[in-house]
């Protein structure tokens, strides 16, 4: 099981990731949506720096235009880029030719109740998939701590042609709960490691360990 943690703001947060054995870390650059987890370019690239290929890292984004995100994925020196907005497909190609080494994670909204807010068939250019809960009510797109069906997650990973994340309110506690019912290719989590507001080293520790112990039944894939 792939693990991404998202939303470090710090070296030290970063660090606890690498400690845990995360696979992805996601730094969040370029706001348009309610957060308190963005950080500026600068802080962005200091803790790229810093993980130095230890582990992949992934721009996270609210971004729409194609060369501020390419000038922002080149100058943090990431891996991948997470754009977890609305964008043109036209700007994506831009992104993806002028970054093909760079892999691409493609947000699609899901409500609480299961139902898919992104028009997946317009979506043209994505190495991977992210199904994660949207909040209409605060105009959240992620790190909004809920969950949504599992069992209709698991039907449409089934249906999607990319390796798909699962996010939205995943803790230490229901992880392996949601890997069992959604069977993923990652998860992905961001409040659901924090304690007041900040990453907490035992949540992190626990998250990566609880999903990477999952043993599925293939039987039901």
């Known amino acids: 099981m792939v693990v991404k943690i998202c939303a470090n703001r710090t070296i030290e947060e970063a660090q606890m990731c690498l400690d845990a054995g995360t696979d992805i870390i996601g730094i969040l650059v370029g706001q348009k949506h309610a957060s308190v987890d963005f950080v500026d370019e600068k802080s962005a690239k200091e803790i790229c720096d810093y993980v130095n290929g230890k582990c992949d890292v992934a721009l996270v984004t609210h971004l729409v235009n194609a060369e501020k995100i390419i000038d922002l994925a080149k100058f943090i020196g990431v891996d991948i880029i997470q754009l977890h ?3 043109n497909e036209s700007e994506v190609e831009k992104i993806a030719n002028a970054l093909p080494k760079i892999k691409l994670i493609r947000l699609i909204h899901i409500s609480q109740n299961g139902e898919v807010l992104t028009d997946i ?3 043209k250019y994505a190495d991977f998939y992210l199904l994660d809960s949207i909040n209409l009510k605060t105009n959240q797109v992620g790190g909004t701590g809920l969950t949504h069906d599992w069992n209709k997650s698991r039907d449409l990973i089934k249906k999607l042609t990319k390796p798909t994340f699962l996010a939205g309110g995943l803790t230490p506690e229901n992880v392996q709960d949601a890997i ?5 290719y990652g998860v992905d989590v961001n409040s659901g490691c924090k304690t007041e507001g900040k990453k907490d080293r035992e949540k992190v520790i ?3 360990k609880m999903a990477k112990s999952v043993i599925l039944d293939k039987n039901k894939g």
Do not use: D, T
Not at 180 to 184: D, E, M, Y
């Open 180 to 184: 069992k019912k959604a069977n993923p």
């Open 206 to 208: 626990e998250f990566v």
């Open 121 to 123: 068939k317009n979506i």
């Open 85 to 87: 907005s609305n964008i």
